[in-house]
């Protein structure tokens, strides 16, 4: 089991934010390439974000690379030089369709073979950033083991629906996020909220976040290292909960050594589900 609350995205052509952003200790960071880098810096960034793969910074903290998306010129390259630089996942920016992910999936593979890393080995996390991209999001969290996540990308989604963010419950993005989470748990896979972008506003980040921890969201892409603690601290667990996980796991362990097929806590039944949100739980708590 993975925890995947934060993900931090770093601009691609920040040498200086790349170079020392594992002090923030994100669960997982993103190099973009990208919308945060103009068209000019696209080459540059590119290599930047190879050199930082390249130099093993980031131990303990999951890789993820942005590439561009498959209707521009720079996709290729930016999955041959992620993939060289030992990229643990990849990004698709605006996934509309399972077609544009075959279409990575077999690139993927050309290049994970050409330098001598394991086929299949490249994870892939499919933004969803449009209308068509929600309404396909159950295809598409299903269409590879190479799937880890989705993740739904607000800006983006909300241009494309014709409207912008409002302040409170956000009913502009209750369906996307609905959606996208059941899509994502129906493949078994984690899913992302969307990114904030006031980065002074801690109340307002906070708020957004518990929306997406009630509906069942791993976490959120982030995009400033402020966000990070922030958010660990609202996904630690209640100290009943782990109290209560932490004597689940002791009957599992109880029940497996006196070789008994049903397990049982205060009189009820713990059954395998139970277990698992049990450890998830403990996960949380020791990371927190
Ligand atoms: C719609 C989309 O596509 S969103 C995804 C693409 N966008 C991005 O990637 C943007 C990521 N975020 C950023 O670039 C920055 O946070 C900004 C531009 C929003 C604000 O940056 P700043 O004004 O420098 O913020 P601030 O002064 O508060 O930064 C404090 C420190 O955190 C660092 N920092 C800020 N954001 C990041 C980040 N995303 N990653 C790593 N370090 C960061 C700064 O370098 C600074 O470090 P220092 O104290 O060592 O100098
Ligand atoms: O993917 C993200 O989280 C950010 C983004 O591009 C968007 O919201 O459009
Ligand atoms: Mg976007």
Redesign the pocket.
């Known amino acids: 089991m993975k925890l995947r609350r934060s993900m931090?995205?770093?601009?691609g052509d920040?040498a200086?934010?790349l170079s020392?952003?594992y002090i923030?200790k994100p669960d997982s960071v993103m190099f973009?390439l990208?919308?945060?880098v103009s068209l000019t810096e696209k080459d540059s960034a590119r290599l930047l974000v190879f050199n930082t793969l390249k130099a093993n910074l980031y131990t303990g903290i999951e890789t993820v690379v942005r590439i561009n998306g498959v209707e521009t010129p720079f996709w290729e390259q930016d999955l041959d030089m992620a993939v060289r630089g030992g990229v643990e996942v990849i990004r698709l920016p605006k996934t509309e369709n399972v077609s544009e992910v075959r279409e990575i999936e077999k690139k993927l593979e050309i290049i994970e073979k050409n330098c001598g890393r394991n086929v299949g080995e490249t994870k892939i996390i499919a933004a969803i950033e449009s209308a068509i991209g929600v309404v396909n999001s159950v295809a598409i969290a299903a269409c590879t083991p190479r799937m880890v996540a989705i993740a739904l990308?607000g800006?983006?989604y909300l241009v494309d629906m014709q409207t912008s963010r409002s302040s409170g419950s956000e009913p502009e993005l209750f369906y996307a996020r609905a959606a996208v989470l059941h899509a994502a748990r129906a493949a078994k896979i984690d899913a992302f909220d969307v990114?904030y972008g006031d980065?002074n506003d801690e109340e307002g980040f906070l708020r957004e976040v518990k929306i997406a921890k009630n509906l069942g969201f791993n976490g959120k892409s982030l995009?400033?290292?402020?966000q990070i603690e922030l958010l660990h601290k609202a996904y630690a667990p209640p100290k009943e909960a782990v109290d209560h996980a932490e004597k689940v796991i002791q009957a599992a362990k109880d029940a497996r050594e006196k070789g008994l097929g049903v397990v049982s806590l205060d009189g009820k039944m713990i059954d395998p589900p139970v277990i698992h949100e049990a450890e998830r739980v403990l996960l949380l708590a020791q990371n927190s």
């Open positions: 931090m995205f770093i601009p920040n200086g934010m020392n952003s923030y973009d990208e919308d945060a990308a800006f983006d990114a980065v995009i400033h290292p402020r």
